[in-house]
C-alpha cells in the first residue's frame, strides 16, 4: 500500500478479518518501511472470533513482528460480540475487532477508509454478503480515492460495486484480485455524517482540568502529534476524586448485555493495556483479578474477573502528563475560554492570557458546566448560540484505610473483592503495605461530612462483603485507627460520560470530556480514544451506536443559554 507514505495515519477495513493472516501482513509492511504511516489503524470484521494460539504462532513466526507478541496475548482476551480495540507497537498499531456479521459492524463503523479490503463475497452457506444495500453503506466510509480491493469474489457481484461508485482499474479485469478506486460521477452526499467533517491536523491543544479524564486525552492527543497544555487550579495533578489512593478496573455484569456492561468490558480492555505500557506492575498497578460478590455476599454466587486490576489512578495520571507533548500548569485557574483570532484564549478572572490553542477541552468534573456558562456568556456577542450544560450531580464519597499487620494475611483475601463496596489489600504505600475499604455515596449537600459516619458506613458494608475481615479489623474501626480519604464525583442524570464536541456557529467546537463518576478508570482511557478518533477523523474504538449514548449532546444534559 505504497500511498500510506503521503499521510500521517492510514486506515484499513478489513470485512472478512479470518486468520488474521492479511492483518499480519500490513502490520509487518508498517514495521519493514520507516516511511509508512505513523499510525496505522486496522478495523477487522470477523463472523467468529479468531483462534488465539494460531494467531500467536503466526506472529512469534514472523521475524518482523516477534518482539509484538506479548502485548498482543496479553490483550487477546475476553473478546464477545461487538468492537475490541488492541494496541500493538507502543500504540503506533491500532487494531479494532469487530465480532459480528458485516452489515451489522460496517453500519456501526464511523470513520472514513483509505483501503477496503473484501477479500470473498459469500458466507459459509453460500449466501451472498454483498448486496446493494450493504455495499450503499460502505461508500458512506468512503473518500474520492479510497482504494478497494476485491479478492475471490463471483463474476456478477463487482456490478453492485460499480453502480455505488467504484471504478474498477482496466488491469485487474480478468480472474483474481480486482482493484478499484471510489470515484463517482457524482458528489457524493455527507450532510447527514457531520463525522465526516475534516480531521482537525495536529497543533496545539490546551485542556482544562489535570484528573483522570484530562490527563488520558493529554496522553491520546499528544500521541497523535498535538501539543498539549494540560490546565489545572490545584498545583499538582490529580488533586480531586483521581487522587483515589487506590481504585478497581473491573467490569460490569447484569444477566442482559446492556450498554453499562458493553462500555465497562472497552473501558477495561483499553485501560489494562495503557497500564500495561505506562505504569510499574505490582507497585502502580496489578493485573490481579478481582472477585465480584453478589449482593448478599453469599460466596456461592461470586464471580471471578480474571481481566480486573487495582490501580493507584494518581500514578496513571502523572504517567500520561509524562508523555512527550504534554506539559502540565498549575494553579492556573481559568475563568472562561473565548474564541479570537483564530485560536482559544484561555482567560483568568482578570482577562489575563493562560494560554492560546487551536482545540480546547474542558474536562473540569464538576467545575466543568460552570466554565462552559461563563465561556458562553464572554462569547455571547460575537458567537450566540454555544449551548450550555444542565448542572450535574456530585457526589461525595470516603474510603476507610489502614496499614497491614503480619497477622492480617491470614484474614485478607488475596485479590480484590468487590461488591456492595469493595475491599483491597497488600498494596503498597509509604510504611508498608495497606488495605482500602469503601467508598461511600453521599448526595453533597451544605454542612461538614460525616468522617465518623462514613467510616460506620464502610464497616457495615465490609461486614456483608466479607465478614472475616471485618472482625479482623474491627477494634482498628472502633478505636478510631483507620484513616480516610475524600473527594468528590461528578455524574450526569444518566451515570454515562459527557464526550465529544459542543458547536456554535463562527467558531470550531469546544470538546467535552467529564462526568465519570465513580468510574473513572473504567471510562476515562475509552473516552479519550474516543475524543481522540474523533478529533482525527480516525476509527472508533467502540460501536457508534455506543458512541452516541455518550455524546456530549445527547437528549437530557443541554439547554440553551
Same mark, same amino acid.
Given at each position: 500500500?505504497?500511498?500510506?507514505q503521503?499521510g500521517?495515519?492510514?486506515?484499513v477495513?478489513?470485512?472478512?478479518?479470518?486468520?488474521?493472516s492479511?492483518?499480519?501482513?500490513?502490520w509487518?509492511a508498517?514495521?519493514h518501511?520507516?516511511a509508512? =504511516?505513523?499510525?496505522?489503524?486496522?478495523?477487522?470484521?470477523?463472523?467468529t472470533?479468531?483462534?488465539p494460539?494460531?494467531?500467536?504462532r503466526a506472529?512469534q513466526a514472523?521475524?518482523?513482528?516477534a518482539?509484538?507478541?506479548?502485548e498482543?496475548?496479553?490483550?487477546w482476551?475476553?473478546?464477545?460480540?461487538?468492537?475490541?480495540r488492541?494496541?500493538?507497537?507502543?500504540g503506533?498499531?491500532?487494531?479494532?475487532?469487530?465480532?459480528?456479521?458485516?452489515?451489522a459492524?460496517?453500519?456501526?463503523?464511523?470513520?472514513?477508509?483509505?483501503?477496503?479490503?473484501?477479500?470473498?463475497?459469500?458466507?459459509?452457506?453460500?449466501?451472498?454478503?454483498w448486496?446493494?444495500?450493504?455495499?450503499?453503506?460502505?461508500?458512506?466510509?468512503?473518500?474520492?480515492?479510497?482504494t478497494l480491493?476485491?479478492?475471490?469474489?463471483?463474476?456478477?457481484?463487482?456490478?453492485?460495486?460499480?453502480e455505488?461508485?467504484?471504478?474498477?482499474r482496466?488491469?485487474?479485469?480478468?480472474?483474481?484480485?480486482?482493484?478499484?478506486?471510489?470515484?463517482?460521477r457524482?458528489?457524493p452526499?455527507?450532510s $447527514?455524517?457531520?463525522? $465526516?467533517?475534516?480531521?482537525?491536523?495536529a497543533? $496545539?491543544c490546551?485542556?482544562?482540568g489535570?484528573?483522570l479524564?484530562?490527563?488520558?486525552?493529554?496522553?491520546?492527543?499528544?500521541r497523535?502529534?498535538?501539543?498539549?497544555t494540560?490546565?489545572?487550579?490545584?498545583?499538582?495533578p490529580?488533586?480531586?476524586?483521581?487522587?483515589?489512593?487506590?481504585g478497581?478496573?473491573?467490569?460490569?455484569?447484569?444477566?442482559?448485555d446492556?450498554v453499562?456492561?458493553r462500555?465497562?468490558?472497552?473501558?477495561?480492555?483499553?485501560?489494562?493495556?495503557?497500564c500495561?505500557?505506562l505504569?510499574?506492575?505490582d &507497585?502502580?498497578?496489578?493485573p490481579?483479578?478481582?472477585?465480584?460478590m453478589?449482593?448478599?455476599?453469599?460466596?456461592g454466587d461470586?464471580?471471578w474477573?480474571?481481566?480486573?486490576?487495582w490501580?493507584?489512578?494518581?500514578r496513571?495520571?502523572q504517567?500520561?502528563l509524562?508523555?512527550?507533548?504534554?506539559?502540565?500548569?498549575?494553579?492556573?485557574?481559568?475563568?472562561r475560554v473565548v474564541?479570537?483570532?483564530?485560536?482559544?484564549?484561555?482567560l %483568568?478572572?482578570d482577562?489575563?492570557?493562560?494560554a492560546?490553542?487551536?482545540l480546547?477541552?474542558?474536562?473540569a468534573?464538576?467545575?466543568s458546566v460552570?466554565?462552559?456558562?461563563?465561556?458562553?456568556a464572554?462569547?455571547?456577542h460575537?458567537?450566540?448560540?454555544?449551548p450550555?450544560?444542565?448542572?450535574m450531580?456530585?457526589?461525595?464519597?470516603?474510603?476507610?484505610?489502614?496499614?497491614?499487620t503480619d497477622? %492480617?494475611?491470614?484474614?485478607?483475601p488475596?485479590?480484590p473483592?468487590?461488591?456492595?463496596?469493595s475491599f483491597?489489600?497488600?498494596v503498597?504505600? &509509604?510504611?508498608?503495605l495497606?488495605w482500602?475499604?469503601?467508598?461511600t455515596?453521599?448526595?453533597?449537600?451544605?454542612g461538614?461530612p %460525616?468522617?465518623?459516619?462514613?467510616?460506620r458506613?464502610n464497616r457495615?458494608?465490609?461486614?456483608?462483603l466479607?465478614?472475616?475481615v471485618?472482625?479482623a479489623?474491627?477494634? $482498628?474501626f472502633?478505636t478510631?485507627?483507620?484513616?480516610?480519604w475524600?473527594?468528590?464525583?461528578?455524574?450526569?442524570?444518566?451515570?454515562?460520560?459527557?464526550?465529544?464536541?459542543?458547536?456554535?456557529?463562527?467558531?470550531p467546537?469546544?470538546?467535552?470530556?467529564?462526568?465519570?463518576?465513580?468510574?473513572?478508570?473504567t471510562?476515562?482511557?475509552?473516552?479519550?480514544?474516543?475524543?481522540?478518533?474523533?478529533v482525527?477523523?480516525? =476509527?472508533?474504538?467502540l460501536?457508534?451506536?455506543?458512541?452516541?449514548?455518550?455524546?456530549a449532546?445527547?437528549?437530557?444534559l443541554?439547554?440553551?443559554?
Amino acid at each position: 500500500m505504497p500511498a500510506w507514505q503521503d499521510g500521517a495515519t492510514w486506515r484499513v477495513l478489513d470485512t472478512d478479518f479470518s486468520d488474521g493472516s492479511r492483518f499480519l501482513a500490513v502490520w509487518a509492511a508498517r514495521e519493514h518501511h520507516p516511511a509508512g =504511516p505513523q499510525r496505522l489503524h486496522y478495523v477487522g470484521i470477523a463472523a467468529t472470533i479468531p483462534d488465539p494460539r494460531a494467531l500467536l504462532r503466526a506472529v512469534q513466526a514472523h521475524a518482523l513482528l516477534a518482539s509484538h507478541a506479548p502485548e498482543l496475548q496479553h490483550q487477546w482476551t475476553d473478546f464477545t460480540a461487538g468492537f475490541h480495540r488492541i494496541e500493538l507497537s507502543a500504540g503506533r498499531v491500532l487494531l479494532t475487532l469487530c465480532v459480528g456479521s458485516v452489515p451489522a459492524m460496517v453500519r456501526e463503523q464511523q470513520f472514513v477508509a483509505d483501503a477496503i479490503l473484501v477479500p470473498t463475497g459469500i458466507d459459509g452457506t453460500g449466501k451472498a454478503l454483498w448486496d446493494r444495500w450493504t455495499v450503499k453503506a460502505l461508500t458512506r466510509l468512503c473518500r474520492r480515492g479510497t482504494t478497494l480491493e476485491l479478492a475471490g469474489t463471483p463474476a456478477p457481484l463487482p456490478g453492485a460495486f460499480a453502480e455505488a461508485g467504484f471504478v474498477f482499474r482496466a488491469s485487474a479485469t480478468g480472474a483474481g484480485t480486482r482493484h478499484a478506486d471510489f470515484d463517482p460521477r457524482w458528489e457524493p452526499g455527507t450532510s $447527514r455524517h457531520r463525522w $465526516r467533517e475534516g480531521a482537525a491536523a495536529a497543533s $496545539r491543544c490546551a485542556i482544562v482540568g489535570a484528573g483522570l479524564a484530562g490527563a488520558a486525552a493529554a496522553a491520546a492527543l499528544s500521541r497523535r502529534g498535538w501539543q498539549v497544555t494540560v490546565l489545572d487550579a490545584a498545583s499538582s495533578p490529580a488533586a480531586a476524586a483521581s487522587g483515589l489512593p487506590v481504585g478497581l478496573l473491573v467490569p460490569q455484569v447484569a444477566r442482559d448485555d446492556n450498554v453499562r456492561v458493553r462500555l465497562s468490558r472497552a473501558g477495561v480492555r483499553l485501560t489494562r493495556a495503557w497500564c500495561h505500557r505506562l505504569l510499574r506492575q505490582d &507497585v502502580d498497578w496489578a493485573p490481579s483479578g478481582v472477585r465480584q460478590m453478589a449482593p448478599d455476599g453469599n460466596p456461592g454466587d461470586s464471580l471471578w474477573h480474571a481481566s480486573g486490576a487495582w490501580i493507584r489512578p494518581a500514578r496513571l495520571v502523572q504517567a500520561c502528563l509524562a508523555q512527550p507533548g504534554v506539559r502540565f500548569a498549575g494553579d492556573a485557574h481559568v475563568d472562561r475560554v473565548v474564541w479570537r483570532q483564530g485560536a482559544w484564549h484561555l482567560l %483568568d478572572t482578570d482577562g489575563n492570557l493562560m494560554a492560546q490553542a487551536e482545540l480546547v477541552l474542558v474536562a473540569a468534573a464538576g467545575g466543568s458546566v460552570p466554565l462552559l456558562e461563563r465561556s458562553a456568556a464572554a462569547m455571547a456577542h460575537q458567537h450566540p448560540g454555544l449551548p450550555g450544560f444542565k448542572p450535574m450531580q456530585a457526589l461525595g464519597g470516603q474510603v476507610s484505610w489502614g496499614l497491614q499487620t503480619d497477622d %492480617d494475611n491470614a484474614a485478607f483475601p488475596g485479590a480484590p473483592v468487590n461488591g456492595n463496596g469493595s475491599f483491597v489489600a497488600h498494596v503498597p504505600v &509509604v510504611g508498608g503495605l495497606a488495605w482500602f475499604a469503601g467508598a461511600t455515596y453521599e448526595p453533597e449537600a451544605s454542612g461538614t461530612p %460525616d468522617e465518623t459516619g462514613a467510616h460506620r458506613e464502610n464497616r457495615q458494608r465490609l461486614a456483608r462483603l466479607l465478614p472475616e475481615v471485618a472482625r479482623a479489623l474491627a477494634t $482498628r474501626f472502633e478505636t478510631g485507627q483507620v484513616g480516610s480519604w475524600r473527594a468528590s464525583r461528578c455524574a450526569t442524570p444518566d451515570r454515562l460520560p459527557a464526550v465529544g464536541p459542543l458547536h456554535a456557529p463562527g467558531m470550531p467546537p469546544i470538546w467535552l470530556s467529564t462526568a465519570m463518576g465513580s468510574r473513572g478508570l473504567t471510562h476515562a482511557v475509552l473516552c479519550a480514544e474516543l475524543l481522540a478518533a474523533q478529533v482525527g477523523g480516525e =476509527p472508533l474504538p467502540l460501536e457508534a451506536s455506543l458512541a452516541r449514548l455518550l455524546a456530549a449532546t445527547r437528549p437530557g444534559l443541554l439547554h440553551h443559554l
